[in-house]
């Protein structure tokens, strides 16, 4: 009885010390954006401050802890197995929109490709897993402010990379067509227009310096030149949506709104 309590009192101590960082890396979030990059690409460009080393520090020790929570879950029998699933619902699905794109930096910068088949942690794929299962509807009103808000796919960032890949890829092959690579940017332009109609993406990408305006602005100057791209498709929902300005004003509450 009394390690049972011991062991539940250091389980509330260390969820605590991981609430703690979570703080600390919402702060670091917040001062990114004010310097117009975003904490992604703020992490991936390697500032080497105090600051950003003692985010490495804490994104590894909030990792541990999170591992060694699905690791504890995925070992109990099934009566006890929806109870714990509950308990680290809802700060589980924070920590993997708030922590697995600092990891898919670190893959990319890594020459990784391909993260979500091929380099994805086991904990992140049973936490979205979990949080799934709940069919938990998110709220997603028109009116409201999505300044602090995380983006719904944690993912999101690794397809981006994908798509600066192809754009790159594309531009070894200047003046000559291929459909496959063609296909896969239309398809990523799909994945992020569908994802701003549903209002399920960080108004942070974007953001001047973020890598999905600069795969934006390779992106576009393809399409004017029709390299690939049918007439049909040149004028997209999404290039309308970026070409005039729209994105500027994705997600903010206006005054007068409530």
């Not at 990059?37 to 003692?54: E, L, M, Q, T």
């Not at 299962?133 to 960032?157: A, G």
Request: charged share 40%; hydrophobic share 30%; with cysteine.
């Amino acid at each position: 009885m009394e390690e049972r309590k011991k062991l539940r009192f250091d389980q509330l101590k260390k969820l605590n010390d991981m609430k703690i960082s979570m703080m600390y890396i919402e702060w670091y979030k917040k001062t990114s954006k004010e310097e117009k990059i975003g904490y992604y690409d703020r992490f991936k460009n390697r500032v080497a401050s105090p600051f950003d080393i003692d985010v490495e520090k804490r994104k590894r020790e909030l990792n541990e802890y999170w591992r060694s929570m699905v690791e504890e879950v995925e070992k109990k029998p099934q009566s006890e197995k929806s109870r714990l699933k509950t308990r680290c619902l809802f700060a589980g699905n924070n920590f993997r929109r708030m922590i697995e794109p600092l990891d898919i930096a670190e893959y990319y910068l890594g020459g990784g490709r391909e993260y979500r088949t091929s380099g994805r942690s086991r904990h992140y794929v049973m936490l979205e897993k979990w949080f799934k299962e709940e069919k938990i509807e998110p709220v997603r009103c028109e009116k409201r402010d999505l300044t602090h808000f995380l983006t719904f796919d944690s993912c999101f960032w690794a397809e981006v990379e994908d798509a600066v890949i192809v754009v790159n890829a594309l531009k070894t092959k200047a003046g000559m067509r291929d459909e496959e690579l063609t296909r896969k940017l239309v398809r990523f332009e799909e994945y992020v227009w569908g994802m701003i109609g549903k209002r399920e993406v960080s108004p942070e990408i974007f953001l001047e310096k973020s890598s999905f305006m600069k795969w934006w602005r390779e992106y576009k100057e393809m399409r004017e030149r029709r390299d690939g791209f049918s007439n049909s498709s040149a004028s997209s929902g999404f290039t309308k949506f970026m070409n005039t300005g729209r994105y500027e004003t994705y997600g903010r509450q206006f005054a007068g709104e409530e």
